[in-house]
């Protein structure tokens, strides 16, 4: 989907925004959206070569007129030297830091009984203690002085999730440490049910995502754009009601429900190839 937005053109000119995760799926569709606005993006991930793919790809749809830019750092979350790193680097190269979209994380899908506990670790480096780390460091070394605006997405997962059982404890967590930043505007997003999460899963997406698609009014799955219409609205600093309140992106009814679980077991064991 092309990106597209109702907001006025230019609205974001000269501002700077980091996106984790920016290379593929709904951090990429959020950073094409923020370029589209005039906001200079950074886009990181641990792939180097995936990153500088779709950064090519956005740089062809930035009209010559526009201030915004592109640019790409790697960057492994779960480091904070390399956290510490990617914000030094773009503040040497940009002089300032308007926003921060802590987009990148990682599912591993297993019953309790079977994960591993590098995979448990995983999971919990990723979502949660990256998260923490990309939000100190851009906190302590531009937004305390300057403000700012910091966008957390975060599985909606708030009754749990067979196969999945780190997840409602890293997003209650996220909660807890962003509601103790000060001077800064923080939101969280509980995500959709996307095509580009399904296809992470490879086999096994298109068993377990499109179990949720009799409980949306839309009946089908999201788009990554569809994130970014409510991301784009938040990075507008006047929406001082929102602040710290998780919004649910979910598309359904699937919060209604209790944890189910499927008849046929579908979970994947955990294996150190996986990570």
């Not at 800064?184 to 899963?201: C, Q």
């Not at 490879?202 to 970014?228: I, Q």
């Not at 600093?237 to 077991?265: E, F, G, I, V, Y």
Request: charged share 20%.
């Amino acid at each position: 989907m092309a990106a597209s937005s109702v907001l006025r053109p230019g609205l974001f000119n000269h501002k700077v925004a980091i996106v984790t995760g920016g290379g593929t799926g709904i951090g990429k569709a959020i950073s094409a959206e923020l370029l589209e606005l005039g906001c200079s993006v950074v886009i990181s991930s641990r792939k180097a070569e995936r990153l500088e793919a779709a950064a090519q790809q956005m740089r062809q749809k930035i009209p010559p007129s526009s201030p915004a830019s592109v640019t790409t750092v790697p960057c492994n979350i779960r480091s904070e030297d390399e956290v510490k790193a990617l914000v030094s680097s773009v503040l040497k190269r940009y002089g300032r830091i308007d926003y921060l979209v802590n987009n990148g994380g990682g599912q591993f899908s297993s019953p309790v009984e079977k994960i591993a506990s590098k995979g448990w670790k995983a999971v919990i480096d990723t979502n949660l203690t990256g998260t923490f780390y990309c939000c100190k460091e851009v906190y302590t070394a531009w937004m305390k002085q300057h403000g700012g605006v910091i966008v957390n997405i975060i599985a909606d997962m708030w009754k749990g999730f067979p196969g999945m059982a780190g997840h409602p404890q890293e997003s209650e967590s996220t909660l807890c440490f962003c509601a103790a930043v000060t001077g800064v505007f923080v939101w969280l997003k509980g995500t959709i049910f996307s095509k580009t999460a399904m296809e992470n899963y490879k086999e096994l997406g298109p068993h377990l995502f499109k179990m949720s698609v009799p409980f949306s009014p839309a009946k089908r799955l999201g788009v990554p754009e569809e994130v970014c219409y409510f991301l784009k609205y938040n990075h507008n600093r006047q929406q001082l009601l929102l602040r710290h309140n998780p919004l649910s992106l979910t598309m359904d009814k699937w919060q209604d429900h209790l944890c189910w679980a499927p008849q046929n077991p579908w979970y994947i064991t955990i294996r150190d190839s996986h990570l």
